[in-house]
């Protein structure tokens, strides 16, 4: 997580000296180009705005970023190992092709330990890296206007079919479902904690998600649904807008937000999500104690199914509700991010002094 790392100014500088002392500790996602490296990469040096750092492998390719391959980030980690550097290599040379665990066998590996090294070295496992570069290559093709079959070909599919069906799972739709020109546009947003899937209209913002939450193709439809099918792939100016600051919100800088945004539920369940974002920043609530605040205490379990109906992570902070004995509970995003999102604000609040 980048909370753990020194300041971007000082990795920054340590980027444009080469400086080994973060070897292995930390690496530079350049969003001007889409790849991540060492910071001791030789390659032209990214302009400070294009830089984020991470300090693990995964976090980098969760974010949607691709391995630089004139210092070979993945390949150095992981030297040691014969067989990651093969399936590395592998993947590196044909990143569409639809990898199995067959095809691990038909290398001449066991599936088992090739799980446990690519987990030890990168935090992920191999099938999951390959799948994730699948998954960016179309959905990039996607973004920029690429018809399904190129989409498809880049995504390393079988068939225009398989690929429409994959993306119907992720997304909730087939991708030639999607308009040119619509009235919503969904975009991608990287951060420390993974790739988000943005939705916006030109003045709010009705969806911001991590992208492997299960939820996101139930919400995908509805919003379909309510714009009437006018839903495609691009962005507008709230999305801009959410991505400086949830860039200024990772960075521990503010974790408050001014991105306009457009709620979707009955009246409770908007007043649910209004006193979310009431909670003050570093604190968690109980959902006995949001219903308390309601004015509705006998309404913990309808509290309970708004707070995970949310589709504006992070903005509705969802993540401040704990269970009554303090411990996390239910986060669609993944109890882990759930644990770093309050790390974060607790860090942020401690710096502003309200904790």
Same mark, same amino acid.
């Not at 970023?65 to 993947?91: G, I, N």
């Not at 939705?199 to 939450?213: N, P």
């Not at 605040?293 to 509705?316: M, Q």
């Given at each position: 997580?980048?909370?753990?790392?020194?300041?971007?100014?000082?990795?920054?500088?340590?980027?444009?000296?080469?400086?080994?002392?973060?070897?292995?500790?930390?690496?530079?996602?350049?969003?001007?180009?889409?790849?991540?490296?060492?910071?001791?990469?030789?390659?032209?040096?990214?302009?400070?705005?294009?830089?984020?750092?991470?300090?693990?492998?995964?976090?980098?390719?969760?974010?949607?970023?691709?391995?630089?391959?004139?210092?070979?980030?993945?390949?150095?980690?992981?030297?040691?190992?014969?067989?990651?550097?093969?399936?590395?290599?592998?993947?590196?040379?044909?990143?569409?092709?639809?990898?199995?665990?067959?095809?691990?066998?038909?290398?001449?590996?066991?599936?088992?330990?090739?799980?446990?090294?690519?987990?030890?070295?990168?935090?992920?496992?191999?099938?999951?890296?390959?799948?994730?570069?699948?998954?960016?290559?179309?959905?990039?093709?996607?973004?920029?206007?690429?018809?399904?079959?190129?989409?498809?070909?880049?995504?390393?599919?079988?068939?225009?079919?398989?690929?429409?069906?994959?993306?119907?799972?992720?997304?909730?739709?087939?991708?030639?479902?999607?308009?040119?020109?619509?009235?919503?546009?969904?975009?991608?947003?990287?951060?420390?904690?993974?790739?988000?899937?943005?939705?916006?209209?030109?003045?709010?913002?009705?969806?911001?998600?991590? @992208?492997? !939450? +299960?939820?996101?193709?139930?919400? &995908?439809?509805?919003?379909?649904? =309510?714009?009437? /099918? %006018? #839903?495609?792939?691009?962005?507008?100016?709230?999305?801009?807008?959410?991505?400086?600051?949830?860039?200024?919100?990772?960075?521990?800088?503010?974790?408050?937000?001014?991105?306009?945004?457009?709620?979707?539920?009955?009246?409770?369940?908007?007043?649910?999500?209004?006193?979310?974002?009431?909670?003050?920043?570093?604190?968690?609530?109980?959902?006995?104690?949001?219903?308390?605040?309601?004015?509705?205490?006998?309404?913990?379990?309808?509290?309970?199914?708004?707070?995970?109906?949310?589709?504006?992570?992070?903005?509705?902070?969802?993540?401040?509700?704990?269970?009554?004995?303090?411990?996390?509970?239910?986060?669609?995003?993944? @109890?882990? !991010? +759930?644990?770093?999102?309050?790390? &974060?604000?607790?860090?942020?609040? =401690?710096?502003? /002094? %309200? #904790?």
């Amino acid at each position: 997580m980048l909370i753990h790392l020194p300041n971007d100014q000082i990795l920054y500088q340590a980027l444009l000296e080469r400086d080994p002392e973060f070897e292995g500790r930390a690496y530079v996602c350049v969003s001007s180009t889409g790849i991540f490296c060492r910071l001791t990469c030789p390659a032209r040096k990214p302009k400070f705005k294009n830089c984020s750092f991470q300090e693990t492998i995964a976090a980098c390719l969760e974010a949607g970023f691709r391995p630089c391959k004139r210092c070979h980030p993945m390949q150095t980690a992981a030297e040691a190992d014969p067989a990651v550097q093969s399936l590395l290599a592998a993947l590196e040379q044909s990143p569409q092709h639809r990898w199995s665990e067959a095809d691990i066998v038909s290398a001449g590996f066991d599936p088992s330990t090739i799980r446990r090294s690519f987990k030890r070295h990168f935090g992920i496992t191999f099938l999951e890296m390959a799948r994730q570069t699948r998954i960016r290559e179309g959905f990039e093709t996607l973004a920029i206007g690429g018809k399904v079959i190129e989409a498809q070909l880049d995504a390393g599919f079988a068939s225009p079919s398989a690929f429409r069906a994959a993306f119907g799972k992720l997304l909730g739709m087939a991708p030639s479902h999607f308009q040119q020109d619509a009235l919503l546009r969904a975009d991608w947003i990287d951060t420390p904690l993974g790739a988000m899937i943005a939705v916006s209209d030109a003045s709010s913002l009705h969806l911001l998600e991590f @992208l492997e !939450r +299960k939820a996101l193709p139930r919400e &995908l439809k509805a919003l379909h649904k =309510r714009a009437k /099918g %006018s #839903l495609g792939f691009g962005r507008f100016s709230p999305t801009d807008q959410v991505q400086k600051e949830l860039d200024a919100y990772f960075k521990g800088d503010v974790a408050s937000f001014k991105t306009p945004i457009t709620m979707h539920g009955s009246a409770f369940t908007q007043q649910v999500w209004r006193q979310l974002r009431s909670i003050p920043v570093g604190q968690t609530r109980s959902y006995s104690q949001l219903a308390k605040e309601l004015d509705n205490p006998a309404a913990t379990r309808a509290v309970a199914r708004a707070n995970g109906a949310n589709p504006l992570a992070i903005l509705v902070p969802c993540h401040r509700v704990i269970a009554s004995d303090g411990n996390l509970t239910g986060y669609g995003g993944g @109890l882990w !991010r +759930k644990q770093k999102l309050i790390d &974060l604000e607790q860090k942020i609040a =401690r710096k502003a /002094g %309200s #904790l």
